[in-house]
């Protein structure tokens, strides 16, 4: 079998051939008359009968990919594909079809209007024989006609390339035994896949259908920020990223709720925004980790509002997008056309997973249960975790119809308002379609004194251990005490309402460019872990207690300089709920090197990397306190003059090792 190499080497010739005629096979200006599937709309107006022998038919230039080719002696059938449709061209021998010529002359280009022939092209039939092969773009003129068969056709009287491909197309994709290899290449599958690439159509069709819903009803669309200095809002792991002129760490968004609900503080009243989130997690069927979601808020709205709300826009896309009630999802008839049912969260997992009366259960039997349904449980889940990963196994895959599940358990979400009428809940709600959790929806809590205490209980979390949890939000709780009114907030998972229209149970195929591991060969290297090595100037001579204060002023100046990154987190927490203040989670080992000159070598080789960060210790920082008779000091010497006590040097440990190397360990 011929490798993908091997033909990319053919290819190569071939464009060599091309250009040794003086032809430029990427053109910047190209004829195109119609797209394709207009031209079949208005085919009639245009052809004349193959047999006819009218001279003067009206000249048609089209362009796009060759999809196939079909040929024998004298005659060649291609079917041309420009993203719109499909149409079959005819070059033949005997209609001594010539070669397009186009040449750019400033802002002029000849050859495009007009058609001119190149003139060191005597023979443009066997010119395309020998160039062309199937992927190849091109630009063809001739005359409209309809084979004996009634195909309609092209009938080439010139042609040009207008880019030539170096790599084959797949010929028959649907047998490719590897799936990944789809979405590695959605390009190729879109291309050669047209069920796929009509999906993608509905997908776009479904956001540009739910910004007019949302347009229409008074909201307005805004534009909020990726980099976050705290990523909050959501219960997730984050992404971490970090801004080199700024020297600041940022988190990527992981929900936007936050940000929006400062802009109705800030007097507007109805505000959604469409973006993508990043959550640091696992991928399965319905989770990614860049994935598109829709938040938004209204004020003096509330949960039953937003319900009526979700019903309205859920029926009102179905009706625009498939043009009836309905529409197919794994095998089910999903129906949208009556109102929706709704449901008490708890009662559905009593009636699903046999938990009645789940406050009154221990931890253990609820993980008992959990277990029952092959949930697995760690040692940090408490009520709401363990509740939920139940629900995820026992109850949620059996809610094929659309369902509203209402007033969820308090611990479940801590912006959420608590009940009038029962403060163990929460006035919110969930949309459960085919299975898959559409919406997260709530009354907004706007009482500050309670969004601090579930911040504290939040906080308790996160240091008994759940990573999940977002530390709390001073900015936040500041702008909520400047008055927030009631307000409704609804986020919607783009991706998954997708995938119900898509009729797909894996988000890859609802997505064009689902994250994938690297193929072989393209694996990236793991990024290491830093450490910090401490480097003592054995010349200096320094008395114990010099050493240790040396050791102390670099680590100190090194941790204000790099900051909260190096943490974990703030505190652990011991098994009777004591803080322990967490130490930060790189190796910080010290080193004696012989001499200032060595130490010396060693700071200019750091000063030369973007990646190692390098911390200071001087004579004259050892000999005052006095910051400012310290520059005075420096500022005297050269910096060949300077002695230098120490050094600490950061970075990945490679780097920090080879720098080190000549320096031995402090026993």
């Not at 041309?80 to 005997?94: A, C, N, R, S, Y």
């Not at 909260?564 to 080193?591: C, F, P, S």
Request: proline content about 3%; charged content about 30%; some cysteine.
């Amino acid at each position: 079998m011929t490798s993908q190499e091997d033909i990319k080497v053919v290819r190569l010739e071939k464009l060599k051939k091309l250009e040794s005629f003086g032809i430029e096979a990427y053109p910047i200006s190209v004829r195109k008359d119609f797209d394709i599937k207009e031209l079949r709309e208005k085919f009639d107006s245009f052809v004349c009968e193959e047999e006819s022998e009218e001279q003067k038919r009206q000249e048609i230039a089209l362009v796009g990919r060759i999809m196939s080719m079909r040929g024998q002696g004298g005659l060649v059938f291609c079917d041309l594909f420009d993203g719109t449709g499909t149409f079959q061209v005819i070059i033949k021998k005997d209609q001594n079809p010539g070669y397009i010529l186009s040449k750019q002359e400033g802002e002029s280009v000849s050859g495009v209007a007009t058609t001119v022939f190149h003139p060191k092209v005597d023979d443009a039939f066997s010119l395309f024989t020998d160039t062309s092969d199937m992927g190849d773009f091109i630009e063809v003129r001739g005359c409209l006609m309809k084979t004996k068969r009634g195909e309609m056709s092209l009938l080439t009287s010139s042609w040009r390339m207008i880019t030539k491909s170096l790599r084959p197309l797949p010929e028959k994709w649907h047998g490719l035994q590897d799936v990944e290899e789809r979405y590695r290449r959605r390009y190729l599958d879109v291309l050669t896949n047209e069920p796929v690439r009509d999906s993608f159509k509905l997908r776009s069709k479904l956001l540009t259908a739910v910004r007019r819903f949302y347009d229409s009803h008074g909201y307005l669309e805004v534009e909020l920020p990726i980099l976050q200095a705290l990523a909050g809002g959501a219960t997730a792991a984050v992404f971490d990223t970090h801004h080199n002129a700024l020297d600041l760490d940022f988190n990527l968004t992981i929900a936007q709720e936050l940000y929006l609900k400062k802009l109705v503080v800030g007097g507007f009243n109805k505000v959604y925004e469409v973006g993508r989130r990043f959550r640091n997690e696992g991928i399965d069927a319905t989770h990614n980790p860049e994935f598109t979601m829709l938040e938004s808020q209204e004020v003096y709205a509330d949960a039953k509002s937003q319900r009526q709300f979700i019903q309205d826009l859920i029926q009102t896309l179905v009706k625009e997008l498939f043009e009836k009630d309905s529409f197919e999802f794994e095998g089910n008839t999903i129906e949208t056309g009556k109102p929706f049912e709704v449901r008490e969260y708890l009662d559905v997992i009593a009636e699903c997973a046999g938990i009645t009366d789940v406050r009154s259960k221990s931890r253990e039997e609820l993980v008992e249960v959990a277990h029952t349904y092959g949930a697995d449980i760690e040692p940090a889940d408490e009520f709401e975790k363990i509740i939920d990963k139940i629900y995820k196994k026992a109850v949620r895959p059996k809610l094929i119809q659309p369902i509203f599940l209402i007033n969820y358990p308090v611990e479940f979400n801590p912006f959420a308002k608590r009940r009038e009428d029962d403060k163990t809940l929460i006035d919110r709600f969930q949309l459960v379609m085919g299975g898959l959790e559409v919406t997260n929806c709530f009354s907004e809590l706007n009482n500050p004194v309670d969004q601090k205490e579930r911040y504290e209980e939040q906080d308790r979390k996160k240091r008994k251990g759940d990573g999940e949890i977002s530390p709390s939000d001073q900015d936040y709780l500041e702008a909520m005490e400047y008055g927030m009114p009631p307000n409704g907030g609804i986020g919607i998972g783009i991706d998954r309402l997708a995938m119900l229209f898509m009729n797909t149970g894996n988000i890859k195929d609802a997505i064009l460019f689902p994250t994938m591991k690297p193929e072989e060969g393209e694996v990236k290297k793991k990024k290491e872990n830093d450490i910090a090595v401490i480097v003592l100037n054995k010349e200096a001579r320094l008395e114990q207690w010099q050493r240790m204060n040396t050791v102390a002023h670099l680590s100190a100046s090194f941790a204000v300089r790099t900051g909260k990154g190096l943490l974990y987190q703030d505190t652990i927490q011991t098994a009777d709920e004591k803080n322990i203040v967490l130490n930060i989670q790189h190796a910080i080992m010290i080193k004696e090197i012989e001499s200032e000159k060595a130490l010396k070598n060693i700071l200019d080789k750091a000063s030369q990397s973007k990646d190692i960060k390098v911390s200071e210790f001087t004579r004259e920082m050892i000999t005052t306190t006095n910051d400012k008779k310290v520059i005075a000091e420096t500022k005297t010497k050269k910096h060949s003059e300077v002695e230098h006590l120490g050094v600490l040097v950061f970075g990945p440990k490679s780097m920090v090792e080879e720098l080190t190397k000549e320096a031995v360990l402090v026993s």
